[in-house]
């Protein structure tokens, strides 16, 4: 099992401010549909965009700090500390930074791909 925490970031991004991000599991090292679980830090005025092309659900879960949320058609929505975006495959939304904020970024593959998936069961 490979453990690592979000203290130091593995990768920087720089487009609009710093995107700091770590990979704290992968696919393979979990018995779900669970693709990824990333820690990320942005700094004020940072973006973060879903990738459409990308095939993955999204949940990005605020940690600390705020920003607004964008999704195609809608009104912006103030995200803050303890809320939540779910983001279906295929969806293009971002996340504009207010403040240094950090997030928890669960990636999935969508159901129509997990229904189709062998059962599984964790081994020990």
């Known amino acids: 099992m490979i453990v690592t925490d979000s203290r130091s970031a593995s990768v920087t991004h720089r487009a609009d401010g710093d995107v700091r991000w770590r990979t704290l599991a992968r696919r393979g090292m979990l018995f779900s549909e669970c693709e990824a679980v990333d820690h990320l830090a942005l ?6 965009a879903s990738r459409p092309d990308d095939g993955t659900d999204l949940v990005w879960y605020v940690l600390a700090g705020g920003g607004e949320f964008e999704a195609a058609g809608e009104p912006p929505r103030a995200l803050a500390a303890d809320d939540m975006a779910l983001i279906p495959a295929g969806a293009a939304m971002r996340f504009n930074c207010a403040e240094p904020t950090a997030l928890l970024v669960l990636t999935t593959v969508p159901e129509r791909v997990s229904r189709r998936l062998p059962r599984r069961a964790p081994c020990m």
């Open 43 to 48: 700094d004020a005025g940072g973006t973060l």
